[in-house]
């Protein structure tokens, strides 16, 4: 087997998407032969020892897919210092590694993707592919005309312009607006900030679809697998269908969890 970039490698383990990788990296906790190992660095898989934490990094023999439902109040991480309840947690029967594609806000719900499949993950989250986010948004006041057609144009946030959003309002009240926004970026904190920026600041915020995979069926907290057809799709759409792999993917016979 041909040396691969690290953060391919761990990725592929199941560490984490190729960015989280990198950020694994760069702060010390990956390392080569029980060396350190440092962004850039190449391994051999056949002949290389490489440990996250400690723990050694091997590539996945089966590749998992979940959709989870994800609660307010339960944050899209791996761990967390503070001791609050992850993603991971909800998923916890899995007796795979997997780690969150994206992150949604402890305060936001909906639509999550967990996998081990650190190729797609990566692409999910590229802005190249323009993976679409469905949101439904309660925001602050009545929503101006002039507030969809910025959103609709694009906003100038601090880190630049957005790419244009899809806008449409759903309820009108005297202090609140219920609206869903349709994106195809993924940045930080985008929606609340783009709201923010036309005067509207969000109250409450679900992401209703992510890559055409949406909340049908599941209740808060409830996760499921992925059929192969949902997972074909996603390779569809992020252009690895063209080299297609052997799709292991574990079936959920036992229905919601």
């Keep these: 087997m041909s040396p691969v970039r690290l953060q391919k490698y761990l990725a592929a383990c199941g560490a984490g998407s190729r960015r989280a990788c990198e950020t694994l990296i760069t702060a010390g906790r990956v390392t080569i032969n029980g060396k350190v190992a440092e962004l850039g660095a190449v391994v051999n898989p056949?002949?290389?020892?490489?440990?996250?934490?400690?723990r050694p990094a091997r590539p996945e023999s089966r590749k998992v897919y979940i959709l989870l439902?994800?609660?307010?109040?339960?944050?899209?991480?791996?761990?967390?210092?503070?001791?609050?309840?992850?993603?991971?947690?909800?998923?916890?029967?899995?007796?795979?590694?997997?780690?969150?594609?994206?992150?949604?806000?402890a305060d936001v719900e909906g639509v999550l993707l967990l996998t081990n499949d650190g190729e797609l993950a990566y692409r999910l989250t590229h802005p190249r592919y323009g993976v679409k986010k469905v949101y439904h948004a309660r925001v602050s006041g009545r929503f101006s005309?002039?507030?969809?057609?910025?959103?609709?144009?694009?906003?100038?946030?601090?880190?630049?312009?957005?790419?244009?959003a899809e806008v449409r309002v759903l309820r009108e009240m005297d202090t609140w607006t219920d609206i869903e926004l349709t994106l195809h970026e993924g940045r930080k904190r985008?929606?609340?900030?783009?709201?923010?920026?036309?005067?509207?600041?969000?109250?409450?915020l679900r992401r209703l679809a992510f890559a055409?995979?949406?909340?049908?069926?599941?209740?808060?907290?409830?996760?499921?697998?992925?059929?192969?057809?949902?997972v074909r799709k996603l390779r569809e759409i992020t252009g690895l269908d063209r080299v297609p792999p052997h799709l292991n993917t574990?079936?959920?016979?036992q229905g919601i969890h």
């Design 69 to 105: 439902h994800k609660p307010a109040d339960v944050v899209t991480t791996a761990r967390d210092p503070q001791g609050r309840k992850t993603v991971l947690d909800c998923v916890s029967g899995t007796r795979e590694r997997v780690f969150p594609v994206g992150r949604l806000d």
């Design 46 to 54: 056949e002949t290389d020892i490489v440990t996250v934490d400690g």
């Design 145 to 164: 005309a002039r507030a969809a057609k910025a959103l609709r144009s694009g906003v100038l946030l601090e880190d630049g312009p957005t790419a244009p």
């Design 250 to 253: 574990i079936q959920d016979n």
């Design 190 to 204: 985008e929606v609340k900030r783009m709201c923010a920026a036309v005067g509207h600041p969000i109250i409450r």
């Design 212 to 230: 055409g995979l949406s909340l049908a069926g599941l209740r808060r907290g409830e996760w499921r697998h992925l059929t192969d057809e949902e």
